[in-house]
């Protein structure tokens, strides 16, 4: 993962990317690795305390071919990044967009 970036209202970002080890999986030998696969979001639960379960995969041609069901977000822009749609955590229930490089709670 990248160096974590602040988005505003206790959520941090990190980027996430994908170049798994092609001897361990030669089923990937074919696909290139993806610098910018996702973003992880490190926020609070409601009682403060840490939660690290809310990620969001970019849409792209190679996450289509390795896992075609899998949700995706579209990157509306990279800098600031803007995704849609919004990303709820199944953790803890925390809700909200990232627009513009900040945290837009839902």
Known sequence: MSESFDLGHGHTA???????DRELNPQYADLPDVNLWGVV???????????IGSAATFDGP?????????PVWTV????????SPSLLCRGCGDHGFIRGGRWVPA
Do not use: N
């Open 62 to 70: 190679v996450v289509r071919q390795i896992d075609p069901t899998r």
């Open 14 to 20: 990190s980027f996430t990317s994908w170049a798994p």
């Open 76 to 83: 509306e822009s990279l800098d600031p990044l803007t995704l």
């Open 41 to 51: 979001i490190d926020h609070p639960w409601p009682d403060g305390s840490p939660c």
